[in-house]
């Protein structure tokens, strides 16, 4: 069992990463690999809106990670994304990457996921709300914790000082772990999945 850890920030040891280490440390405990993979700091171009993705779930823009990434998430059984805050929504790299991640057609249906933001004061439930909403769209389950998955800080430093913060991370590892060995355990008795029905999309022109 896997769980991918996204961190958003260009920082690879600051804020973003120390929460999402706190939960990949929890997941470690609980017997549950883990790879946290930072790709603020990674080239990447927004979403074409080409749809060369329909035809083959895979992005036709190839020079940089999200295939790798489309790839890494199908390995995995569950999924993490953390972002810092950037004007009060998540950082404009992560969001190219979601965007062409999810548009990709390819189906993470049934994987566990959940959202973390990072910020030094405000714009932490906006952010969360704009990443739940890919996992909300993806038939994903969403993974919650004993506060809004938040951790304060400016640097990795200051995210020690928030234990409020550290708990809520610790208690959202145990809570997928949880959830992912529960899945598991369905699985092995013959509990499928639910049929998905074929997408039905309406337009809303007048
Ligand atoms: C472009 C930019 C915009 C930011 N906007 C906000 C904001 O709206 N609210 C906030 O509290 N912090 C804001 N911050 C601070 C970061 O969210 C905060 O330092 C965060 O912990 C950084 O995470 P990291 O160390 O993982 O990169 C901003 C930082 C940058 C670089």
Same mark, same amino acid.
Request: aromatic share 6%; glycine share 8%.
């Given at each position: 069992?896997?769980?991918?850890?996204?961190?958003?920030?260009?920082?690879?040891?600051?804020?973003?990463?120390?929460?999402?280490?706190?939960?990949?440390?929890?997941?470690?405990n609980e017997g549950i690999?883990?790879?946290?993979?930072?790709?603020?700091?990674?080239?990447?171009?927004?979403?074409?809106?080409?749809?060369?993705?329909?035809?083959?779930?895979?992005?036709? &823009?190839?020079?940089?990670?999200?295939?790798?990434?489309?790839?890494?998430?199908?390995?995995?059984?569950?999924?993490?994304?953390?972002?810092?805050?950037?004007?009060?929504?998540?950082?404009?790299?992560?969001?190219?990457?979601?965007? *062409?991640?999810?548009?990709?057609?390819?189906?993470?249906?049934?994987?566990?996921?959940?959202?973390?933001?990072?910020? *030094?004061?405000?714009?932490?439930?906006?952010?969360?709300?704009?990443?739940?909403?890919?996992?909300?769209?993806?038939?994903?389950?969403?993974?919650?914790?004993?506060?809004?998955?938040?951790?304060?800080?400016?640097?990795?430093?200051?995210?020690?000082?928030?234990?409020?913060?550290?708990?809520?991370?610790?208690?959202?590892?145990?809570?997928?772990?949880?959830?992912?060995?529960?899945?598991?355990?369905?699985?092995?008795?013959?509990?499928?999945?639910? &049929?998905?029905?074929?997408?039905?999309?309406?337009?809303?022109?007048?």
């Amino acid at each position: 069992m896997k769980v991918l850890l996204i961190n958003g920030s260009p920082h690879p040891n600051g804020t973003t990463f120390a929460s999402l280490n706190e939960i990949a440390n929890t997941l470690n405990n609980e017997g549950i690999e883990t790879e946290i993979i930072t790709v603020g700091n990674k080239k990447i171009s927004g979403c074409m809106a080409c749809r060369g993705c329909t035809k083959t779930g895979k992005c036709v &823009q190839t020079d940089d990670v999200v295939n790798e990434i489309i790839e890494k998430i199908n390995d995995a059984d569950g999924l993490v994304v953390g972002s810092p805050v950037y004007y009060a929504s998540i950082n404009g790299t992560l969001k190219c990457l979601l965007d *062409r991640v999810f548009y990709s057609k390819t189906s993470f249906a049934f994987k566990p996921a959940c959202a973390v933001a990072c910020a *030094r004061r405000a714009g932490t439930t906006a952010t969360l709300d704009i990443i739940n909403k890919y996992f909300l769209i993806s038939n994903m389950p969403i993974v919650s914790s004993c506060y809004w998955n938040m951790v304060h800080g400016s640097n990795a430093e200051d995210t020690k000082k928030d234990e409020e913060g550290l708990q809520t991370m610790r208690t959202l590892g145990k809570n997928m772990a949880w959830l992912i060995k529960s899945i598991k355990v369905a699985k092995d008795n013959g509990v499928k999945t639910p &049929q998905l029905e074929d997408k039905i999309k309406t337009n809303f022109i007048k």
